[in-house]
């Protein structure tokens, strides 16, 4: 049996009719930059996030830097940011002229260590970006508490976690700002690059959008120099149209990510993922940590089953953070993990006998 990682054109597939004649009304309108349909999926994905305001752009890493720029962090600053993430949390503090700080992961949930945070803070700390990594809402509350007690601002990097709730209230509206990432393997992805940021505040959501259309008031007036980041309208038109379906996908993934554990529990040679009860996981990601990860990975590949890892080196350890001069011992978590990540195949097209063949193979491979 073949085990993609992921099925981007079976899922095409699944909604053809609805993609194409999305493709051809942009086609028609040549509504290609901002227009009519990136208003209408920016007012749709408003609703669905819960969220006051909600403006597109170009990819989920602008989406970061612009709304730190927009909200006044820049040189001088430091930024908290999870050692395990993606490079886009850490690379756009960089980008506004902050400094990096980054605080070690949770040894089970993966997400920020709340209990390590409040050591990392400076005077020159201005604000934490809380990332639900692989679907999974860091721990809000916490942080919040903290980010108050420090007058900090606290932004969401919900780029892996479309749809995730922490107690009932959905990841993107408790920020400053929440940025989003439609990349095609998101939970929510375009055909091509596109993201976006919701906020509460209508100056910030205002400065936004001026942000992104290089500062523009009118056609040919500028309130000051923006830069290029805007959504396409094929892209918004592609995201609506997907965007009817994103709870059955999320139900599925949640369904799948059951199974995988019920199929994987008491497998002692396996760390499964965990959700606390206060949180609802999107499973972006179905990530298990093993010995031997590599040799695993290989007879799991020989058997069809495609895996990832995410993040084989933890962003204290990559290069372009060597400046900062870390040793694995300041981020014991993430540095042992790094070893033993591995991110097995979950689509909402998956089918059970799928889920089955993985686990059992997992097992036997083990
Ligand atoms: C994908 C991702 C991003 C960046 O999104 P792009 O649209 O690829 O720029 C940012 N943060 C995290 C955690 C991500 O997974």
């Not at 909200?71 to 002229?97: F, H, K, Q």
């Not at 094929?234 to 996908?249: E, I, N, R, T, Y």
């Not at 993040?311 to 400046?323: D, G, N, Q, S, W």
């Not at 195949?345 to 083990?366: R, W």
């Amino acid at each position: 049996m073949k085990v993609p990682f992921n099925d981007l054109y079976g899922q095409y597939l699944t909604i053809k009719p609805q993609i194409d004649a999305a493709m051809d009304r942009v086609m028609k309108e040549s509504a290609f930059i901002k227009g009519p349909l990136v208003d209408s999926f920016e007012k749709e994905y408003a609703v669905w996030n819960e969220a006051k305001n909600f403006i597109g752009c170009a990819n989920g890493t602008d989406a970061i830097e612009m709304a730190l720029k927009a909200s006044g962090i820049g040189p001088g600053d430091e930024v908290i940011v999870p050692a395990n993430t993606w490079i886009s949390t850490a690379e756009a503090v960089t980008s506004v002229g902050a400094r990096v700080v980054f605080v070690d992961n949770h040894p089970r949930l993966y997400t920020i260590d709340v209990s390590k945070i409040e050591d990392k803070i400076t005077p020159k700390t201005k604000a934490i970006i809380a990332v639900h990594l692989y679907g999974l809402p860091a721990e809000l509350d916490e942080i919040q508490r903290i980010a108050k007690k420090h007058g900090l601002s606290l932004f969401e990097d919900c780029a892996q976690s479309h749809g995730a709730r922490y107690k009932g209230k959905m990841v993107g509206t408790f920020g400053k700002a929440s940025t989003f990432s439609f990349f095609p393997g998101k939970n929510l992805g375009a055909y091509g690059d596109a993201g976006g940021i919701a906020c509460d505040e209508d100056d910030l959501a205002q400065r936004l959008r001026q942000l992104g259309n290089h500062g523009r008031t009118g056609k040919f007036d500028h309130a000051f120099e923006g830069r290029n980041s805007r959504l396409d309208g094929l892209q918004a038109a592609v995201l609506s149209a997907k965007l009817p379906f994103l709870k059955d996908w999320t139900e599925s993934r949640r369904r799948l990510a059951g199974l995988y554990s019920h199929r994987l529990s008491g497998v002692s040679a396996v760390q499964l993922p965990e959700t606390p009860a206060h949180s609802s996981h999107v499973f972006h990601l179905y990530v298990v940590q093993v010995n031997n990860r590599d040799q695993v990975r290989e007879a799991l590949e020989k058997r069809g089953i495609q895996t990832g890892i995410q993040y084989p080196i933890a962003l204290p350890f990559v290069e372009a953070y060597k400046y900062l001069g870390h040793s694995p011992s300041e981020f014991p978590v993430a540095h042992a993990a790094m070893g033993r990540l591995m991110s097995l195949p979950i689509f909402p097209e998956m089918k059970e006998e799928q889920v089955d063949y993985v686990s059992a193979s997992l097992k036997e491979v083990l």
